[in-house]
């Protein structure tokens, strides 16, 4: 991905008809969505964080409905986790993972800063990789990703 993440996200929002503001907020709060209006916390230190948050908040513009704030409602609790999962996918998709490993980047904290995430965004999004396909998926019919320790293995085929 490329290091104007949040910029690209600014404008697929725009595209949406989604207005995004920042301003200060309870730490506890790094975004909110509401009726095609993002807040992201303005006291998020850096443009990574706030392109984690702004893409799971436009995860809730795609993928939720009414009132959420209640995380003790099992629905609710739902609609965040599919919001999470559209922001996992939209900014760590597998392709990135393969990416990176072709660049020959290691290590998480090289990962993140190269696909363009936090760190602990990107562990979170392999986290929902493992659970969703297992300890690993094959991509393509020529990578084998690995999820627990993250890994890539490039398949060769016989001619």
Aim: some cysteine; proline content about 3%; aromatic content about 12%.
């Amino acid at each position: 991905m490329t290091p104007l993440i949040y910029d690209n996200l600014l404008r697929e929002a725009e595209h949406l008809c989604i207005d995004v503001h920042e301003k200060p907020m309870s730490p506890r709060n790094k975004g909110l969505y509401g009726d095609n209006v993002i807040w992201i916390n303005k006291m998020l230190i850096t443009r990574t964080e706030k392109a984690c948050t702004l893409a799971e908040e436009i995860g809730h513009y795609h993928t939720s409905y009414g009132d959420i704030i209640d995380q003790s409602d099992v629905c609710a609790r739902r609609q965040e986790l599919r919001a999470r999962q559209w922001a996992y996918w939209r900014l760590v998709p597998l392709t990135e993972i393969v990416r990176a490993y072709k660049a020959r980047v290691s290590g998480r904290h090289e990962i993140a800063e190269f696909i363009g995430v936090t760190e602990e965004f990107l562990q979170d999004s392999i986290d929902r990789y493992r659970d969703k396909f297992g300890l690993f998926v094959v991509l393509d019919k020529r990578y084998t990703i690995y999820f627990d320790p993250l890994s890539v293995a490039e398949l060769f085929q016989e001619s």
